[in-house]
């Protein structure tokens, strides 16, 4: 089992800046692999950005591509996401998982077996 929870959203401007941050238990945090995933009100939910389970390796929707960029830290069992140049379609609950076989694209939701509650972030224009 792995349990994760998110924090970070909020309200912002467009062109601001928010981080958010997955903290995971349950299971030793540098053999999971983490993306990020988001769903906006009657939308589907869809990938955002993931990052292997060492590190090596991360992986963005071109919607975000030079604008978020997802870490992790190891030591701390966390995840990070920061978002800079944030604009209104980026509005959406925003949900860390967790996938705990190696391998995958990491761009499916179908790949993840654990997920957090979500978190809002809002970006006003």
């Known amino acids: 089992q792995v349990q994760l929870v998110e924090s970070g959203g909020g309200l912002v401007q467009a062109g601001g800046s928010l981080r958010l941050s997955c903290a995971a238990s349950g299971r030793t945090f540098s053999t999971i692999s983490m993306g990020w995933f988001r769903q906006a009100p009657g939308n589907e939910r869809e990938f955002v950005a993931a990052i292997s389970w060492e590190g090596g390796s991360t992986y963005y929707a071109d919607s975000v591509k030079g604008r978020f960029t997802i870490s992790r830290d190891n030591a701390k069992n966390t995840v990070y996401l920061q978002m800079n140049s944030l604009k209104p379609e980026d509005t959406a609950v925003y949900y860390c998982?967790?996938?705990?076989?190696?391998?995958?694209?990491?761009?499916?939701?179908?790949?993840?077996?654990?997920w957090g509650q979500g978190t809002q972030v809002t970006v006003s224009s």
């Open positions: 998982a967790a996938r705990t076989l190696f391998g995958g694209t990491l761009r499916g939701a179908y790949e993840y077996d654990y």
